[in-house]
């Protein structure tokens, strides 16, 4: 495996007159005689160590850069990024996506241009450091790669009547080049804009049709569910649904693959029909190539895709840690359905264990398999192993992808009997809570048929030594809080030993909910939760003030700070404090965004966004 990291903290910022501002570097890859075998981009955004977290949800693009044979120079986009709101994140924030590249695998050859492109219009104070790593891994290719073909690639009006979208979605034509066996079509799509009646294109479902010779080879609602983004909670209005993308997200490009046949041929784009009438404005942002291929050059090959439980990659930070049921994703590479594996699976250091996987993949199709069960660890650092084997009763043509590992650290430790704080918001129908043993039985809930409005239930939980998974859902995807619904209200899940001491703290802003998986021990130490504490701020859509709730285990001096675009309005200093409710008065603040942030003992341990209307 290769390393190449083109941006390394490589500071971005936008051009706020222009409204986009690119960020170039070079990259010295393999040679084109280098047999490659998988590329996966990894990319970080931080925060700059100079400047703020910037607060928008911008659409950057991440653009290969390259001369053909002919001299001309081409770009592709192979990675979108989708910006989260920063504003509550502070020095020595950083999160990492990934995403497969290998489509451009020929094209990533020599030296190359890498552009990030950052799109927005905030000043100079604000921005992130961006870091992209190619990871590069040897081997024989799965098929060989005879063309590519661009298709669209631009930001294409919806709605307008003025320039309607299926003038400018032309049908595009290619030859099949010899030898091809499928036409793998590589789409990243997102809708931005807000016109009327349906907020398209960021808030509007709409359909897309994807067709080849006129026949539908793909049909899909452009709309996805964001309550569930990993990366949580943020600065802004990060729960709400959009069209086909998240606050704080690599986007996956959609891959239809289709088989191929001699000849010229057309490939077709068309959206739904829709005629906006006011605040005309939605546009779809595309990007898309036709990557012809050889059939696959094996017949028995299975790979691990991806470990997802147990992971600390933080793109699986709502699965993990994790006590039970390990997840991964199997893909077939060879020709031949995939019909049969044999998975071996463990954690480092205790014994393996192995499962029969049965099925049916075409060529380039995954499974994602969840193996019930627990999820063995040493306290601290584990490793995770999952070996596949006998595909289809066979031998696999390359085994250097049959293994994979995950690091993963163990599960929170807590004593074996705890009380359960549980404070219902004013919508507790849409909440559930469930305590699952090893082996998956629901041994404790609150069900939204026992909940009442604005009621503190507290519960005495009493367990075995083993491992358990305490998850909280909410069905409207906007967690016990979140600052734009303030008819919501404001509640709480949080743990306590039988002393009184806090032992942990749900996020109220957690979307679709959050789960905790730990270990229940009798030799429970109080000492390590000395530093365990709850906060929550309630209202964050206001006129005149708010109120600072504070639960923890030690008495510390705590600083308030009210701040707006890195100028600090208003610090409140209180001393001794372990347990309490502080009110603030907000008529001195500017309206707008204002940044709360909460320090004990000079160390920020709680950072939220209110709105002052």
């Not at 190359?112 to 492109?117: A, F, K, L, P, S």
């Not at 039970?324 to 998975?343: K, M």
């Not at 609150?446 to 239930?457: C, F, G, V």
Request: charged share 25%; glycine share 8%.
């Amino acid at each position: 495996t290769q390393h190449v990291i083109t941006h390394n903290r490589t500071t971005i910022i936008c051009d706020p007159v222009a409204g986009v501002k690119s960020f170039a570097k070079w990259g010295s890859f393999p040679s084109e005689k280098a047999s490659i075998r998988k590329i996966l981009m990894h990319v970080t955004l931080g925060r700059a160590d100079s400047l703020f977290a910037a607060h928008w949800d911008y659409l950057d693009h991440i653009k290969l850069r390259k001369k053909d044979k002919k001299g001309k120079l081409m770009e592709y986009e192979i990675g979108r990024m989708l910006t989260p709101y920063g504003s509550i994140y502070n020095k020595g924030w950083s999160w990492e996506w990934k995403v497969d590249v290998t489509d451009f695998s020929p094209l990533l050859r020599d030296d190359v241009e890498i552009v990030y492109v950052h799109s927005g219009y905030e000043d100079k104070t604000v921005g992130w450091a961006v870091t992209i790593d190619f990871e590069i891994i040897s081997g024989p290719p799965v098929v060989v790669p005879l063309g590519i073909t661009p298709l669209w690639n631009t930001g294409y009006k919806y709605g307008d009547t003025k320039e309607k979208i299926v003038d400018n979605l032309k049908p595009i034509s290619f030859e099949s080049v010899p030898n091809a066996a499928f036409n793998r079509i590589r789409i990243q799509h997102t809708g931005h804009g807000m016109d009327r009646p349906k907020g398209c294109s960021e808030f509007c479902s709409r359909w897309r049709e994807l067709k080849m010779d006129g026949i539908t080879v793909d049909h899909r609602d452009m709309w996805k569910d964001c309550g569930g983004n990993p990366l949580y909670p943020q600065g802004g209005t990060w729960i709400i649904d959009r069209a086909y993308w998240c606050p704080g997200e690599l986007q996956v490009p959609d891959i239809i693959d289709v088989k191929a046949t001699n000849g010229k041929h057309n490939v077709s784009l068309e959206m739904e029909p829709y005629t906006a009438t006011d605040n005309i404005q939605a546009v779809e942002n595309i990007s898309s190539y036709l990557f012809q291929y050889s059939a696959p050059t094996q017949k028995l090959d299975v790979a691990v895709d991806q470990i997802m439980v147990p992971s600390d990659e933080q793109q699986y930070a709502r699965l993990n840690p994790a006590s039970l049921n390990p997840q991964f994703v199997i893909r077939n590479l060879g020709s031949q359905n995939l019909r049969s594996v044999l998975v071996t699976y463990g954690t480092d250091g205790f014994s393996k264990e192995t499962y029969h996987w049965k099925g049916d993949l075409k060529f380039n199709e995954t499974a994602q398999i969840l193996i019930p069960g627990e999820i063995k660890s040493k306290s601290g650092k584990n490793n995770f192993t999952i070996t596949l084997s006998k595909p289809n009763g066979g031998k696999d043509a390359w085994i250097e992808d049959n293994v994979q590992s995950s690091s993963f650290v163990a599960p929170q430790l807590l004593p074996t009997r705890f009380v359960l704080h549980y404070l219902t918001n004013n919508q507790p129908k849409d909440n559930k809570i469930f305590l699952l043993d090893k082996k998956g039985d629901t041994i404790f809930k609150k069900s939204p048929t026992q909940l009442e409005n604005r009621m503190l239930y507290k519960d005495t939980i009493s367990l075995k030594e083993g491992k358990y998974e305490l998850g909280l859902t909410d069905s409207a995807g906007d967690g016990l809080q979140f600052w734009y619904k303030t008819k919501q209200g404001d509640g709480y899940l949080r743990l306590f030993d039988l002393k009184g001491n806090l032992i942990h703290a749900f996020e109220s802003d957690c979307g679709n909910g959050e789960k905790l998986s730990f270990t229940a021990t009798p030799n429970f130490n109080e000492n390590a939760t000395k530093d365990t504490y709850a906060f929550s701020l309630f209202p964050r859509l206001v006129t005149t003030k708010t109120e600072l709730e504070v639960v923890s285990n030690t008495t510390s001096h705590m600083t308030v700070l009210f701040s707006t675009n890195g100028i600090i309005h208003e610090k409140h200093e209180h001393v001794a404090v372990k347990n309490g409710l502080f009110s603030y008065s907000l008529d001195k603040l500017p309206k707008g965004r204002i940044i709360v942030e909460v320090l004990m003992d000079g160390v920020s341990k709680f950072k939220v966004r209110l709105n002052k209307e």
